[in-house]
């Protein structure tokens, strides 16, 4: 009884013993946790599929207790929709944020501006840029502060003056750099205006949310200028010119920075690295949400809709057609799509079938290629995101050459002799089955055939069949009906 006392008692300190070296193991991975920094990587245009991949990092490293997200940065640019639902997130997130253009060569423009300029921390790394910040209209062409006419001199005087105004506020430092002019510029319609000065007041807020420089913010958006990382340093747009990862952490440690609960003191010494790279489902989502890409998918999913209905039960092109469609439609959601666009590329794809159920000697097949083209140039209304005009082309050179063989085929068809009824039957050979004058019967494709002569005929002479009627056949000796 005493051995099974102790047996217990040292039953008792080993289950201690291990509950103790999990909470242990427990609380030093979660203080692993917060001392680790996320490095995410954007690449190319911004879109739905970026804006999804940054705000899931962002939520996990906020699951994790991260210390901070540092972001890599190269993008041209992108949808506006997308790049501030990323402002958005980030301005609310409990983890700091540092967007870092890097590497070498990469830049931040238009879009990538914003971003930059709403992070906790920016930096750059040597020899990128930044800058171009003027949203594009609708349509692709650019809102005032782009405007290059020739014939337009007061225009170019006025360009030049801010490029000699920026340079002394260079010579003078950022802070005396003076605003740019903000007065209306000619030919500038009510509704660029709005969306100029919108943008204009988002990122001058931006700006002096994190104490930066939002006077040439204000120039990045009304005149498209940039910047290189040296520049952006000296002139208050960045916060830190960083040769690699390291560097950047290292240089802002101990930095105060902005966050929507009130001021921060960053802790980035001996920070764990945990790398959160694009998944499959943000590659996919790329793809999907690529102009291109989502234009063809309609495309194949139409004609497989088309191709169902024309044989019902084939199963394979309405599956493929079916899901292909959904797939585009997901696509045209999250993008710009002009609607009137993709009326004018629906309405001419139905004239192209049209032309091959209806035949009109081309009326609805041009019509449809001409409206299908025009669709598709107007379908897309974002800086970055456009349909390829050599797709376009090479989708209506094939739908005009389908409708080139259809035409031929029922022009072929027409001039074919009759395969059915009884137009069929005229000049058909029959043979007779008995002697007659005037009525008899003969054998005709295998059948027997109440016929009529006038000629005598003789059993098993070969006659040509010359007219049809009811259930009579009038015949003739073959050389007789030659």
């Not at 709005?194 to 007041?201: G, H, M, R, S, T």
């Not at 999907?288 to 039960?313: K, Q, R, W």
């Not at 409206?371 to 970055?384: K, Q, R, T, W, Y």
């Not at 003969?442 to 007219?467: C, I, K, T």
């Amino acid at each position: 009884m005493r051995w099974n006392t102790r047996q217990g008692i040292i039953l008792i300190l080993s289950l201690c013993c291990l509950a103790l070296g999990s909470v242990l193991a427990w609380h030093a991975q979660a203080q692993q946790a917060e001392r680790s920094a996320w490095v995410l990587t954007i690449d190319g245009a911004i879109g739905p599929a970026s804006n999804d991949y940054f705000q899931r990092g962002l939520r996990l490293a906020a699951e994790a207790n991260a210390e901070l997200v540092v972001v890599k940065l190269n993008t041209p640019g992108g949808l506006d929709a997308s790049m501030r639902e990323m402002i958005s997130a980030m301005l609310s997130s409990p983890v700091p944020v540092a967007f870092y253009v890097s590497p070498g060569g990469s830049r931040a423009a238009s879009a990538g501006t914003y971003l930059l300029y709403a992070s906790h921390v920016a930096a750059m790394a040597p020899a990128t840029h930044l800058g171009s910040a003027t949203p594009v209209q609708l349509g692709g062409g650019g809102l005032p502060g782009m405007d290059d006419e020739p014939d337009a001199p007061a225009e170019e005087a006025s360009d030049d003056a801010v490029a000699d105004e920026a340079a002394e506020a260079t010579s003078q430092g950022a802070d005396e750099a003076p605003a740019p002019e903000s007065e209306p510029r000619r030919g500038e319609t009510a509704m660029e205006r709005k969306v100029l000065e919108d943008a204009v007041a988002y990122i001058r807020g931006l700006a002096e949310r994190h104490g930066r420089n939002a006077d040439w913010a204000e120039a990045a958006v009304r005149e498209a200028v940039t910047l290189t990382s040296n520049e952006a340093l000296e002139r208050n747009v960045i916060d830190v010119l960083a040769s690699d990862l390291a560097d950047l952490l290292a240089q802002i440690d101990d930095r105060e920075v902005v966050m929507e609960s009130g001021t921060r003191v960053l802790d980035t010494t001996n920070l764990v690295i945990e790398t959160y790279d694009p998944d499959w489902r943000t590659e996919l989502l790329a793809v999907i949400t690529n102009p291109n890409v989502a234009y063809f998918l309609m495309i194949i999913g139409f004609y497989g809709l088309i191709f169902e209905l024309s044989n019902p039960g084939s199963l394979i092109p309405g599956t493929i057609g079916v899901i292909c469609l959904l797939l585009a439609l997901f696509a045209f959601q999250v993008l710009p799509v002009n609607y009137a666009g993709l009326a004018l590329i629906l309405v001419g794809l139905g004239l192209i079938v049209g032309e091959a159920f209806m035949p009109s000697f081309g009326i609805l097949g041009i019509g449809g290629v001409v409206a299908f083209v025009i669709g598709s140039v107007i379908l897309m209304d974002a800086e970055h995101l456009s349909i390829s005009l050599p797709m376009i082309g090479s989708v209506a050179g094939l739908a005009g050459l389908l409708m080139l063989w259809v035409m031929t085929r029922f022009v072929g068809l027409r001039r074919a002799p009759v395969r059915t009824g009884q137009e069929e039957l005229l000049h058909e050979q029959a043979i007779a089955q008995e002697d007659f004058e005037g009525e008899g019967h003969v054998r005709l494709h295998g059948e027997r055939w109440r016929a009529v002569s006038a000629a005598p005929v003789r059993r098993g002479q070969h006659l040509r069949v010359v007219r049809v009627d009811g259930l009579t056949v009038e015949v003739a000796p073959l050389d007789a009906a030659d």
